[in-house]
């Protein structure tokens, strides 16, 4: 099973309130990936964690939290969520960081923000 | 830092069409070059790598190959169908930036029958 599953698939968010978003993984992978996508543009990694160690991109480190309680599940945490966070946000795996180029991506969660 | 660029954001074809799908990359070093593919209410996957030891990649009946000199790595299908219908991201791994992707924006191809 090459299944990444997230929850919920669609998100409406209040602006100001908080967003938490749910990735999970049967694949014992050891590395998980947390990226935003916006229409008509690149994915982009917000952060990844290797085992239980949790990398952060410069230009999101204080936007974005992570946690990951088992090797399973991560999740996706805004503390405010402000307009510019409405995007797909999705979910990946990978058996570690020197396999990062198969990643195993979920179906995303869709935020919208109001 | 590493870019990844395509500028079809669409392709529209009908069957049996040849697909070519442009993507070129800038880095200061020698990538594992990607296409992934996002067909409709999935995530992307995985269709096919090139790394530097060899320069071409066939997968599905797509192809990609690795262009140093001119650093492309465009896709090209003979004959699409409508189940191909998908969006396609360029990709570049950084050797020395490990476990990270650097996407391309994707370019959405719609094949009718």
């Known amino acids: 099973d090459t299944t990444v599953k997230q929850n919920p698939r669609y998100k409406l968010a209040r602006v100001g309130k908080p967003v938490n978003l749910i990735c999970s993984q049967t694949?014992?992978?050891?590395?998980m990936y947390w990226y935003q996508k916006k229409p008509n543009q690149a994915p982009k990694l917000l952060l990844f964690?290797?085992?239980?160690?949790?990398?952060r991109e410069a230009d999101t480190f204080e936007k974005f939290q992570s946690s990951r309680p088992n090797n399973s599940f991560c999740s996706l945490y805004i503390g405010s969520a402000g307009l510019e966070y409405s995007a797909m946000y999705l979910c990946?795996?990978?058996?570690?960081?020197?396999?990062?180029?198969?990643?195993?991506f979920g179906p995303g969660t869709r935020l919208t923000v109001l | 830092g590493d870019s990844v660029t395509q500028k079809q954001g669409q392709v529209t074809l009908s069957e049996d069409d040849f697909l070519f799908i442009n993507c070129t990359y800038s880095?200061?070093?020698?990538?594992?070059l990607l296409w992934y593919v996002q067909y409709p209410g999935q995530g992307p996957q995985l269709l096919l790598k090139?790394?530097?030891?060899?320069n071409k990649g066939i997968s599905r009946g797509f192809e990609a190959t690795y262009d140093k000199g001119t650093t492309s790595f465009h896709l090209q299908k003979a004959s699409v169908q409508e189940s191909d219908s998908a969006v396609y991201f360029c990709?570049?791994?950084?050797?020395?930036?490990?476990?990270?992707?650097?996407f391309g924006s994707g370019t959405r191809l719609q094949v009718y029958a």
């Open positions: 090139v790394t530097t030891a060899n």
């Open positions: 990709a570049l791994v950084d050797p020395q930036v490990v476990g990270q992707l650097t």
């Open positions: 880095t200061t070093t020698y990538p594992t």
């Open positions: 964690y290797y085992d239980k160690i949790l990398n």
């Open positions: 990946a795996s990978s058996r570690d960081p020197d396999w990062g180029y198969e990643q195993y």
């Open positions: 694949m014992n992978h050891d590395t």
